[in-house]
């Protein structure tokens, strides 16, 4: 049981280029999470999933995108990265909307 | 929308000392939930509040909710070097359900 697993660690890009982080859960959780983490910025929601094949926005959705075709996959997209967007990156997974949720490591990632 | 405050943003102790940390929020929560994030580290559940007056207890740590869920708290009695890290809060209005995060407390403590 590896609860949730984030994929890579950390990623340098340039500006414009895009990516796709990927998280995985083993718990078969329904709700999943994106967050990024900035200095003094605590965590800021920016997509969240509440089953299988749903989306949607959190408090700061812009220059991002998600999908959850797998109910154990929650994978965020950066189409044209900007260095405003160099953040940790966190997905978090829980039961429902008011349980627990359970982390993954996060990526780092920097945009130059 | 609804909002969770928390402060103070930063606290510095010297070991052995008490620590406290506060959690407001806007809206009545149907529930709180505190999280610590060890540096470099992701947050780690520690425990969920749901009822009026509630207070639990894990060790050092002491936990409340306010009679009106609207507010909680945290105190570390006694601080260790092991407790250094971010303590965030996280609430869910009533009738909602998507947790909001506080932005957190961060604990440096001095051995």
């Known amino acids: 049981n590896a609860g949730v697993t984030q994929t890579p660690k950390f990623r340098v890009l340039k500006t414009g280029q895009s990516m796709t982080l990927l998280c995985a859960q083993d718990m078969n959780h329904e709700y999943m999470y994106w967050y990024r983490q900035d200095p003094g910025m605590g965590l800021r929601l920016i997509h969240y999933s509440v089953g299988e094949g749903t989306t949607a926005k959190g408090e700061v959705p812009d220059g991002y995108n998600v999908s959850r075709l797998k109910k154990q996959n929650f994978l965020l997209g950066l189409e044209s990265a900007a260095p405003s967007q160099t953040s940790v990156y966190f997905c978090a997974s829980s039961y429902t909307g008011f349980d627990t949720q359970y982390f993954g490591p996060g990526t780092r990632l920097t945009v130059l | 929308g609804q909002q969770v405050m928390q402060i103070p943003q930063y606290q510095h102790v010297q070991e052995g000392e008490d620590f406290t940390t506060y959690c407001n929020s806007s809206?009545?929560?149907?529930?709180i939930q505190w999280y610590k994030q060890r540096p470099g580290g992701h947050p780690v559940f520690l425990i969920q509040?749901?009822?009026?007056?509630e207070v639990k207890k894990q060790k050092r740590l002491t936990f409340q909710f306010g009679e009106a869920k609207k507010n909680s708290s945290l105190h570390i009695t006694a601080t260790q070097t092991t407790d250094v890290g971010t303590y965030f809060c996280a609430g869910v209005s009533t009738g909602g359900f998507k947790t909001i995060f506080g932005a957190g407390t961060r604990l440096f403590v001095k051995a």
């Open positions: 509040l749901v009822k009026s007056g």
């Open positions: 809206t009545t929560l149907s529930n």
